[in-house]
């Protein structure tokens, strides 16, 4: 490398420093001014102007007024906050204008863009007195404001003779918002008097009034009527932007007063928006239809008078950006290109600035409006640079930094790759990129040699090294050096030659069955000291194998097979192995083959329709690479459970066939129908089912089952069966017929039942003889006609009612409320078959009608209960049987006991020893209605216990042995014949413990 001159080290070292700085850039602003309009008449008398910048160094600011510096200095009303102007106590002369902010550091100079500031105000009237005005009555008059100086919106206003409220308008009187005169168009004797123009700023809320006008009404001479004379007219022509509102001002003087009309002069009606009041028309959010001539007709009854005015639509766009400048780097000698472009109405017009001031076009540089070229760039060049657009309706700024950067070859950003790994016959791409301004020259080396290109080798324009075809001998180390005027650096990598990867057993296409595994091979011959990495992709997916059950990657080292699994359907279709090594990628593909049960053949559809037989047709389904052998049909009914297969015609339908007929279906039903695809693998998916249909109806086919009978009521045949199911029925309207004869006739007696749920009928006679044997048949039919009949059998007919009373009654009291009664069975002679005895009795000298009844088992002994105490009862007892009750027993009386004793035992002691309880009590004594008492009768439970323990006794003691630990309820009552008396009440015993168990207690109830 050569020795660096002073002055190019002087430079270099200077260049490292600007490099080293390569974070710091330009001014940019933030928040640039703004128009801004200030009333005077506020308390607040300092005015803002906001200007920021970023910059790096942070950029210092000044501020320009109507093109000149200002001096904050100097002048005491102006003063610098960070990058904001303020100026205290303005003056709306001094300090009105057009203001631009300058942000400056070391890269240069940017302005912002023109900013008015303008003052609102209003000064006030002359206080010098205004001359009478002298008027004959009934001509027009025009009084002038004359406004005093002022700046923002004003409103007008007159004032009648000190009157508080502002004068009126109306059709004769009219106050100009563009002037301030009021125009009377005829004036009459009550308007003389005095006029004060009062004028409000909107902005600043304050007003100034004039010196009253005063108005002298001559009635001297009366003024003639006159045709109309427009006073007041908006302008020929009116150019007004979108959206903008414009208020017309029509006024015209005469006698009689004339009445103001607006037309628009093509006639087409005025717009529903427009707005008309008295002598303005105002039309709001003005719109391209909205142009056109518009004309104000003043009209009385000497004539008519039009003033016209044409309102332009004029298309103004803000201006706005389409396309910026960017901040450029370029080193020494390169050639710049910048490109701004605006987009507004009307078309903008570009000047270019940099560092603030105008920039001119030279030698090296050239504008052409929004476009700047500079060719050959030299350090001079550095700045900041602005395109301004503007119209006649305003401007904006874009800025940009052009840094021009000078240095020497540096590979630190991008060295040459360190280390490169090819397979023989690949190509070598080395690429040689430093930064370097100017551009770098580039030579490569291998080893001490200097690689002229040529042959496999090849420089390109931009410094990157090829060689072509590469070899065991291309390996070395590679080496490339740049040089420009300000030095020279190198960066050097090494290359290493592999042999190529490939596969030596590629998988191979194959099929298989569903549920079958296989394994596709896939093994690489390569360079010894690369491992291969194998990746199998499947219909151009990466198989994820810690997310898959059916693959499996097996093997190792070179060899990486692919195990699939329990084959699915899902699995058929292209396999890829793919094998990455660090120098080269190969891959080999199959196909799989799935072959597994068929599809879910077409739905089918229904033709041909009969009671017992439909058509069939279908279409394929996808036989999954295994033909179709043949095709089961399948149906099912509200009446089966689930799908059955049906037969069909032929018994077996070939795969090659596509319809059938089914056969042995039943009349009257509803069917769906599905076919089922078989193969070699196995039954496939059924189909989508067919539409319902339903059966045509048919004459019913199956006769009733298990038809017998008998019993019933006397004097009857009863016959029963087992309804037919209503898949069984074949048609609609079903009803059975029942046929039946006494044995040995010959005539047929037979009866319809239009009920298909009738299961029994009863045929009445009184002259049929009881258990009289009859042949009996149950038939079927429906609408289209009668079926078969079942199997005659032998019914008996009903048996008589029982003819003998029970006898031997005899019974007892067994207390006050109840009588236990016994009695001897019917004899077998007199009845079939016994269902039950009834008991009926009755208190003795009431009605037999009006007995109470008591119905028993067929045996021969009953207890009344729910008796009367010490009454005589009549007890009688018949038979029945499935025919009805027999006579009833003679009556036999038998008298209830007299009622237990209602006073309880009294006196209740207790006590209580070790484990058992002591008790004692006063004896109960009967009164002559009442049972004498024989006993007594001691009940007792633990509390918790619902069992009952039961002691009887005839003292009127008792000892109890009790298990302790417990509360123990103990009750006692007195024992008689006309059963127990009344209790004691609960008398509750508390528990005791182990430690207290020799203690006795005492206690009396």
Known sequence: M????PWELLILLSLTDCLAENARHGPVFSQEPSDIVFPMSTGDNLVIINCKAKGNPPPHYRWKVNGEDIDTHSDSNYRLLEGNLLISNPDFISHGGVYQCIATNVFGTIVSRDARVQFAFLQSFSRKPRNPVSVREG???????????????????????RELRPLQQDARRFISQKTGNLYIAKVEAPDAGNYTCAVRNMMTNSSEFSSPTPLVVRRDVIMGEYEPKIEVRFPETLHISKGMSVKLECFAL???????????????????????????????????????????????????????????????????????????????????????????????????????HPLTTQWRIHMEANTLTISKIALSDSGMYQCIAQNAF???????????????????????????????????????????????????????????????????????????????????????????????????????????????????????????????????????????????????????????????????????????????????????????????????????????????????????????????????????????????????TPFSIGWQTVKTVPDSVPGQMMHASVTDLIPWVDYEFRVVAVNVVGVGEPSTPSEPIRTKPAVPRVAPINVSGGGGAQGELVITWEPVPEEQQSGEDFGYVVAFRPLGSSTWIQTALASPDASRYVYRNDSIPPLSQFEVSVGVYNSVGEGPFSQVVKVLSSEGEPTEAPSGMRGRAASASEIVVFWEPVPPRSTNEIISYELLFWEEGSLQSDAGRVRVPSNNTALLSGLKAS????????????????PCSPAINITTRKPPPSRPPGSVEWSLTNSKIFLNWEPVKASANESEVTGYKVEYRQNWNSRTAVLETNKTSIELQIPTGEDHVIEIKAVTEGGDGTSSGPIRIPKMSSECQRLDYMRWK
Not at 2 to 5: G, I
Not at 523 to 529: F, M, P
């Open 394 to 636: 305003g401007s904006i700024h874009a800025s940009a930094e052009l840094k021009v950067v000078a240095s020497p070859p540096d590979f630190t950003r991008r060295p040459v790759k360190k280390s490169t790994v090819l397979q023989r016959g690949g190509e070598l791409v080395l690429e040689c990129r430093p930064d370097a301004s100017p551009r770098a020259t580039i030579s490569w080396w291998r080893g001490g040699d200097l690689l002229r290109g040529g042959g496999r080798q090849m420089i390109m324009e931009d410094g990157t090294l090829r060689v072509a075809n590469i070899t065991k001998s291309d390996e070395g180390r590679y080496m490339c050096v740049a040089r420009n005027h300000f030095g020279a650096a190198s960066s050097s990598g090494s290359l290493a030659v592999k042999e190529p990867t490939k596969i030596i057993a590629p998988p191979l296409s194959s099929d298989a069955s569903v549920g079958q595994s296989l394994v596709l091979p896939c093994e690489v011959a390569s360079d010894s000291t690369l491992s291969p990495v194998f990746k199998w992709f499947f219909n151009g997916k990466a198989i994820d194998f810690s997310r898959q059950d059916h693959f499996e990657m097996i093997g190792g080292g070179f060899v990486g097979d692919l195990m699939v699994r329990n084959v699915q359907l899902k699995h058929a279709g292209k396999y890829v192995c793919m094998v990455q090594t660090e120098v080269d990628t190969v891959s080999a593909a199959a196909n799989l083959i799935v072959r597994g049960p068929p599809g879910a053949p077409e739905a089918p559809s229904v033709t041909d329709i009969a009671d017992t037989t439909v058509k069939l047709s279908w279409g394929p389904g996808p036989d999954n690479h295994s033909t179709i052998t043949m095709y089961m049909v399948q149906a099912r």
């Open 139 to 161: 001509q027009a008059v025009v009084l002038l404001c004359a406004p005093p100086s002022h700046h923002g919106e004003i409103k007008y206003s007159w004032v009648f003779n």
């Open 871 to 886: 009454t005589v009862y009549q007890i009688s007892v018949r038979a029945q049987n499935s025919a009805g009750l027999g």
């Open 2 to 5: 050569k020795m660096l001159l």
């Open 254 to 356: 005469g006698n009689p007063v004339p009445s103001i009309s607006w037309r628009r002069a093509d006639g087409n009606p005025l717009p529903a928006k427009i707005k008309i009041n008295h002598s303005v028309l105002e039309i709001p959010y003005f719109r391209p239809e909205d142009g056109g001539i518009y004309e104000c007709v003043a009209e009385n009854n000497r004539g008519q008078n039009v003033a016209k005015g044409k309102l332009i639509f004029q298309n103004v766009e803000h201006l706005h950006w389409g396309q910026t400048l960017k901040d450029a780097q370029m080193a020494i000698d390169a050639n710049l290109l910048w490109e701004c472009r605006a987009f507004g109405e009307p078309r903008p017009t570009y000047r270019w600035l940099k560092n603030g």
